[in-house]
């Protein structure tokens, strides 16, 4: 009786995650998402969103804008785009997640705190950008930037996004 019981469990647990995957709504988690992180300074285009193990989001086809000037806007796309979640947080008001994204000659790695409305949630992101990166170039000839760094193009540039997503802070 025991062992048929534990049976059943088991069938339906698996049956509920294998239903999970197949009919989660990656396409429309994505387009929520991409309207609901705009902000002035950057805009994030997302085409979907795949559930993957364990309690990992990952993101298909994600592009980057960052700038307001039409001139000076840097699009990044990077390769990969994931977001680990806390599992303990799901019950949480304040969800905990963490970042990992790599693009070409660069990364993006830290953690955000979701919490409603979306554009109160905190943000604190390192970003990397290596010397060889086409990016970088860019970035150099930013008066923000020049000012700021002596040796962009020889050491690359570390800098960090903090704050809410209606009003962060970039730092070098």
């Not at 294998?18 to 805009?43: D, E």
């Not at 170039?137 to 760094?149: E, F, H, Q, V, Y």
Request: with cysteine.
């Amino acid at each position: 009786m025991l062992r048929s019981i534990l049976l059943y469990t088991l069938f339906f647990t698996a049956a509920v995650i294998i239903f999970i995957f197949l009919l989660f709504p990656g396409t429309k988690i994505a387009q929520h998402l991409s309207s609901a992180l705009k902000n002035q300074n950057w805009n994030l285009s997302i085409d979907n969103v795949k559930l993957a193990l364990p309690f990992k989001l990952k993101f298909e086809n994600t592009k980057f804008s960052i700038g307001q000037n039409i001139n000076q806007v840097t699009k990044i796309t990077p390769q990969s785009f994931e977001i680990i979640l806390d599992p303990i947080s799901i019950f949480k008001d304040k969800k905990q997640m963490k970042i990992q994204s790599y693009f070409d000659h660069g990364s993006i790695k830290g953690q955000i705190e979701l919490v409603f409305p979306v554009q109160k949630s905190s943000l604190d992101l390192t970003c990397i950008i290596l010397p060889e990166s086409p990016y970088i170039k860019k970035l150099a000839n930013m008066a923000d930037i020049k000012s700021t760094t002596d040796n962009i193009q020889k050491n690359g540039l570390t800098f960090t996004i903090k704050g809410s997503l209606e009003n962060s802070t970039i730092g070098i």
